[in-house]
């Protein structure tokens, strides 16, 4: 088939987005590469996200409000490839989780529902390729960079892109993709890496992104 009669590869969020809307953000795919000025920030990656296991988030959201099931684990696979691709490279990597002791004094990062909180649902999934090496950023609201040191160690190292992974894309990945793109950062989301509890959410706000702050990408597109 002729490059001419090649449908559009389909979006994430086309189903949601009418046009003209659709063909425009298609105009503004241009895969980012992996330069020897990126960084790899992974977001949140903690044990709260995959309480109740691997199963639909409408089984879980009752019991276990933070979950977001099986959207969760479909994507430690992924984020582990991508976490390996940067360590390959010698690149900087760098993971959040909530700072538990100031939230107790200062409070949460967002007003949704939630249980009782433990200092131990904030350490990071053991599935996860965190190692003691790695930059661990303990955040109090939705953005990595908000009252964080990140900022001054990117700048340290002239880091000019960031590659972002996590949850959820509609709250700490899109304020910290917001923030990184303030700060002059070359914004990329990895599509197949990132999460939410709700698929519309998702979807919307990965379009968003791609729209107006960054460059959402697939992981298949990165890799060797």
């Known amino acids: 088939m002729s490059e001419l009669n090649q449908k559009p590869i389909e979006r994430v969020w086309d189903r949601y987005i009418d046009e003209p809307f659709r ?4 105009k503004q795919d241009n895969p980012p590469q992996v330069t020897k000025n990126s960084a790899l920030i ?15 988030v409408s089984e879980l959201i009752d019991q276990f409000p933070a979950s977001c099931g099986e959207y969760a684990y479909r994507a430690i696979e992924p984020i582990n490839r991508l976490i390996t691709l940067f360590r390959d490279k010698d690149l900087p990597l760098f993971f959040s989780t909530k700072d538990f002791a100031r939230s107790q004094r200062i409070g949460n990062a967002t007003h949704r529902p939630r249980n ?5 649902d904030y350490e990071l999934f053991p599935a996860i390729d965190f190692r003691a090496t790695d930059e661990l950023i ?6 990595v960079f908000f009252d964080t040191e990140l900022q001054s160690i990117l700048a340290a190292n002239k880091t000019e892109r960031i590659f972002i992974a996590g949850e959820s894309t509609s709250g700490c ?17 990895v599509e197949d ?7 519309v959410s998702h979807a ?12 959402v990408t697939e992981l298949s597109k990165l890799e060797p």
Do not use: M, T
Not at 116 to 120: D, H, N, R, S, V
């Open 138 to 143: 303990k955040k109090l609201r939705a953005s």
């Open 42 to 56: 992974i977001i949140d990656l903690y044990q709260l996200v995959y309480e109740g296991g691997n199963k639909p």
């Open 193 to 199: 890496c990132v999460f939410d509890q709700n698929r």
């Open 204 to 215: 919307i706000n990965l379009y968003d992104i791609q729209h107006k702050y960054g460059q």
């Open 173 to 189: 990945i899109r304020a910290s993709v917001i923030d990184g793109f303030s700060l002059g950062y070359q914004v990329c989301v």
């Open 23 to 26: 063909s425009q953000v298609s």
């Open 116 to 120: 009782a909180p433990k200092a131990e």
